[in-house]
């Protein structure tokens, strides 16, 4: 998928105040969520609310710049399961269908994850 297209989704879902809302919903599904709660442990609010939006932004191709720590660096200390990369992503997914986006383009924002699975999975 090329850039473009990434953009579009960004545009196509409201832009940031409405990735926002996304955040919302997906941060009570994950801390909500007993297999993945744990993984958050110790981490602070502003952090964990930083994920989502990044998490987020980065499923939607915004053109943000990202100056954080590279996807294994920022998650290999968690032990990451296969199992809770695919329930994060299937959260995102009910958030995004929750949100109004259509299940042509969900599919593609997790498919736009997927690649970033063998730099954050490490257990
Ligand atoms: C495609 C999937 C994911 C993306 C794009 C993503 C993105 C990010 C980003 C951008 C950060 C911040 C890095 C930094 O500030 O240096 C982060 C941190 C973190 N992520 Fe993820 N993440 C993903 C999947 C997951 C999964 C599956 C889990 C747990 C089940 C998880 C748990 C965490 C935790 C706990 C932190 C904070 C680590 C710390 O500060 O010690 N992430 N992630």
């Given at each position: 998928?090329?850039?473009t297209t990434q953009q579009s989704l960004f545009g196509?879902?409201?832009?940031?105040?409405?990735?926002?809302?996304?955040?919302?919903?997906?941060?009570?599904?994950?801390?909500?969520d007993p297999d993945?709660?744990?993984?958050?442990?110790?981490?602070?609010?502003?952090r964990l609310k930083q994920h989502q939006r990044r998490f987020i932004g980065?499923?939607?191709?915004?053109?943000?710049?990202y100056s954080g720590?590279?996807?294994?660096?920022?998650?290999?200390?968690?032990?990451?399961?296969?199992?809770?990369?695919?329930?994060?992503?299937?959260?995102?997914?009910?958030?995004?269908?929750e949100a109004g986006v259509d299940e042509e383009t969900i599919g593609i924002v997790a498919e736009t994850l997927l690649p970033l699975k063998q730099d954050i999975v490490t257990a």
């Open positions: 998928m090329t850039d196509q879902l409201g832009g940031e105040d409405a990735v926002a809302a996304v955040v919302d919903i997906f941060y009570d599904k994950v801390l909500g993945l709660k744990p993984y958050f442990a110790g981490v602070d609010l502003d980065q499923a939607l191709g915004s053109t943000r710049p720590r590279s996807m294994r660096k920022a998650h290999e200390h968690l032990a990451i399961t296969d199992a809770a990369f695919g329930r994060v992503v299937e959260h995102l997914a009910a958030s995004l269908g």
